[in-house]
């Protein structure tokens, strides 16, 4: 891995900006005194006025420059990429969640699949240093080996949202292979904090909470999440950004390792490395709260698994990191959010 660090005068554009993990990540760099250029198509999957919010925040930077594009929108990707040049690019933009997939999988492929491929080709046509993109801890699907290993093998996705972060991979490694463009795939295990996203476990549970509704609790409260607080996965971002992709000498086509390439290609997991049952998350939120819930206890759904726990030794051994924060901590954080933004 390069020693690389972010120059002064370098520019970093992150799509997905007005989103969850977008704007912390956004916010970290400017705060830091990098450059960003914003992207995001600001669409209608969530609370538009919460996306709004976000933006405000990252506008009040005068190194904050947004632009309103989809990734669909090719013509309007690449007029970014000639106007502003940028030096790494962190693609977040995504249709996000494993359940609304089950509905509506074309929107999925036009935005993670069309959408990445607009962005791949405009790094390959640009003077991208690395280009560090989303995958997810959905990409283990049916294993059930734990830890999961990013040198274990992904080919047995359980939802359509898995299988276009696992397409991802494949085609950021086909790019870094035929065109020597550098990539990072990072796998984000269950992601939550203030500023999350309406559709989330803790953002609904915290909600009919105070509303005295119940609460669905899937596959009766016997799932097991590696929830991983957001400044854990921006800073595991943050650090990785110039840790440019190198290929690996030492790979093996007579056994390939899966998070390595002959090409400037890896893949990371981020992840607390602690999984958590369902119930004592909830006991967290009720905690925070200081009321109970009301449960609907409920079957394991469609496309999901019951549990998920991320080997973080790769992402250790690279940029000497490893989430360490408490679901105690980061639920307080959110609901101490969640109060002051609804005014409840």
């Known amino acids: ?80 990429f000639a106007e502003r040049q940028p030096d790494y690019v962190v693609n977040l933009a995504a249709q996000a969640g494993v359940r609304y997939s089950l509905e509506n999988p074309y929107v999925y492929v036009d935005s993670n699949i069309t959408g990445f491929l607009n962005i791949l080709e405009a790094c390959r046509h640009n003077p991208v240093k690395h280009l560090v993109y989303a995958s997810s801890s959905s990409v283990y699907g049916a294993n059930t080996s734990m830890p999961f290993s990013v040198h274990d093998s992904v080919d047995h996705p359980v939802s359509l949202y898995a299988a276009t972060k696992k397409s991802n991979e494949l085609m950021a490694h086909t790019y870094s292979h035929l065109f020597g463009v550098p990539t990072t795939g990072l796998r984000f295990f269950t992601v939550y904090g203030p500023w999350g996203r309406p559709d989330m476990a803790l953002f609904l549970f915290t909600k009919a909470i105070l509303e005295d509704r119940a609460i669905d609790v899937y596959n009766h409260g016997k799932m097991r999440r590696d929830f991983t607080y957001v400044d854990d996965i921006v800073e595991g971002v943050y650090r990785l950004i110039p840790a440019i992709a190198e290929p690996n000498n030492d790979w093996d086509g007579d056994k390939p390792d899966t998070a390595t390439s002959f090409a400037p290609y890896r893949v990371f997991n981020i992840g607390n490395n602690q999984p958590v049952e369902l119930m004592e998350f909830i006991g967290a939120i009720e905690k925070a709260l200081g009321k109970e819930a009301k449960k609907n206890m409920m079957p394991l759904q469609d496309g999901d698994v019951p549990a998920t726990f991320a080997d973080v030794e790769d992402l250790m051994n690279t940029v000497n990191f490893k989430p360490n924060t408490s679901i105690d901590t980061g639920i307080q954080n959110f609901v101490d959010w969640y109060r002051e933004y609804f005014k409840v």
């Open 1 to 80: 891995m390069s020693n690389y660090t972010i120059k002064a005068d370098e520019k970093i554009l992150v799509t997905g900006a007005a989103g969850f993990i977008g704007y912390h990540l956004s916010k970290k760099l400017l705060e830091n005194g990098f450059t960003v250029i914003g992207l995001d198509n600001i669409n209608d999957y969530y609370d538009v006025n919460l996306k709004h919010a976000r933006l405000d925040k990252l506008k009040a930077y005068d190194s904050f420059h947004f632009h309103k594009v989809d990734l669909k929108d090719k013509q309007g990707i690449d007029a970014v």
